[in-house]
């Protein structure tokens, strides 16, 4: 997947699906370079997984500031990153009307921004290197419009969030680069496990799998991306929700 002294950057990894990802590469032997605002967390990551090629980074994602302490940081362990894993995301659920452009600018600077800053600052070293994988976690809001998944907002910054990807698909495909995204749907983590409880029966009705998704469905869908096996693959989305957005 990576070369032995080389490492992938996940974001949004002390908990839910960056968690679940972190967590598979460390497995298979992977380098991992954790990256989020919950230091507890890290902590406990680094506990659990004591012993394998881990390092952690604690930043807030929210800002530009943070960005670049997140990057500093990143550089700073001394890690070729071979690939980036966007993932750190907010969820918003107020109805439109009700919201305002706070709440707009924050889902679009964690769920958006925080994505582009650490691409544009890792970008070199990988093309220097040869070339690597960006892999952005999406949404099926993106394609719904919201609904139990999110609100309007929401969505829109995950439908951005499928723009960049094929932006960067594009434009550095020639230098090595691949990138996709993955768009989840009904999968149960700590940021929207209060869904669950409210929607749960009605929306495994609504899967043809007949289950909501897990992390580890994100996160083997993540780890191949990555991997060599999808060498010839970017500019794609993968759409993981169990059949649930098919006609």
Known sequence: MTAPDTAVVVTGAASGIGWGIASLLLSRGTGVVAVDRNADRLAQLAREHDGRPLST??????????????????????????????????????????????????????????????????????????????????????????????????????GAVLSFTRGIAREFGPAGIRCNSVAPGAVITPMNEHLADQHGERVRGMVPLGRLGTVEDIAATVAFLLSDEAAYISGSTFTVDGGMSRP
Not at 83 to 91: E, F, P, S, T
Request: aromatic residues 4%; negative net charge; hydrophobic residues 45%.
């Open 57 to 158: 980074v604690e930043a807030d994602l929210g800002s530009g500031a943070g960005c670049a302490a997140a990057l500093a940081a990143i550089e700073a362990t001394g890690r070729p990153i071979s690939g980036l894993v966007n993932n750190a995301g907010i969820g918003t659920t107020s109805p439109y009307l009700e919201s305002d452009y706070e709440t707009a600018r924050t889902a679009m600077a964690v769920n958006v921004l925080a994505g582009m800053e650490l691409t544009r600052g890792l970008l070199p070293g990988m093309i220097a290197r040869g070339g690597g994988s960006v892999v952005n976690i999406s949404s099926i809001a993106a394609h719904l419009g919201g609904g139990i998944f999110g609100d309007t907002t929401y969505a829109a910054s995950k």
